[in-house]
T-cell receptor, first 114, second 116 residues
């Protein structure tokens, strides 16, 4: 099955700096890579995703890059703000079947300090 | 309505009790999921229902029994649980996957279960 590794496990940045979180996956059949943000005591929520036919996707301060050859993808947050503080999970899945079988990474706790 | 609603929010039960967790969505999603999340860990897939049929069971112990009465409801029946089953149980839903649909998961707020 798929295995997703995520680094770092914790990340502390100053407000306004950039944050980068990296993930690697093992299954070359994986073709969908979402990122979920989970604030303390809240539900995970999708913040951005990318399919394997695209190398980069951007949404305002958030961007995701994908390197299929190396089987890794990264989340980039620019101009970080205190409300970006949360746990971020990367995930991977393939399109087989009608339901998503996501494999999540172990999570990165991002702390944005003033 | 883009909400997935879970009840109860908190549940404390003994090892001999029988209880149920409930989940409801009215987004017309045809895939529904149960995830288990331990503190400081990622969500761990338990079951997937697709068009009201169980499509994935991730080798979950039989003390957890899922049920999908209709396309809007998902239950998780609990019986003879162990203390190590204490966790946050998250329900999620998604549109059935096709080329145009990324399969975004919409999570509920979860039911926090404590087994004494």
């Amino acid at each position: 099955g798929e295995n997703v590794e995520q680094h770092p496990s914790t990340l502390s940045v100053q407000e306004g700096d950039s944050a980068v979180i990296k993930c690697t996956y093992s299954d070359s059949a994986s073709n969908y890579f979402p990122w979920y943000k989970q604030e303390l005591g809240k539900r995970p929520q999708l913040i951005i995703d990318i399919r394997s036919n695209v190398g980069e996707k951007k949404d305002q301060r958030i961007a995701v890059t994908l390197n299929k050859t190396a089987k890794h993808f990264s989340l980039h947050i620019t101009e970080t703000q205190p409300e970006d503080s949360a746990v971020y999970f990367c995930a991977a899945s393939n399109d087989a079947g009608t339901a998503s079988k996501l494999t999540f990474g172990t999570g990165t706790r991002l702390q944005v300090t003033l | 309505d883009t909400e997935v609603t879970q009840t109860p929010k908190h549940l404390v039960m003994g090892m001999t009790n029988k209880k149920s967790l409930k989940c409801e969505q009215h987004m017309g999603h045809r895939a529904m999921y149960w995830y288990k999340q331990k503190a400081k860990k990622p969500p761990e897939l338990m079951f997937v229902y697709s068009y009201e049929k169980l499509s994935i069971n991730e080798s979950v112990p039989s003390r957890f029994s899922p049920e999908c009465p209709n396309s809007s409801l998902l239950n998780l029946h609990l019986h003879a649980l162990q203390p190590e089953d204490s966790a946050l149980y998250l329900c999620a839903s998604s549109q059935a996957r096709d080329r145009a649909n990324t399969g975004e998961l919409f999570f509920g707020e979860g039911s926090r279960l404590t087994v004494l």
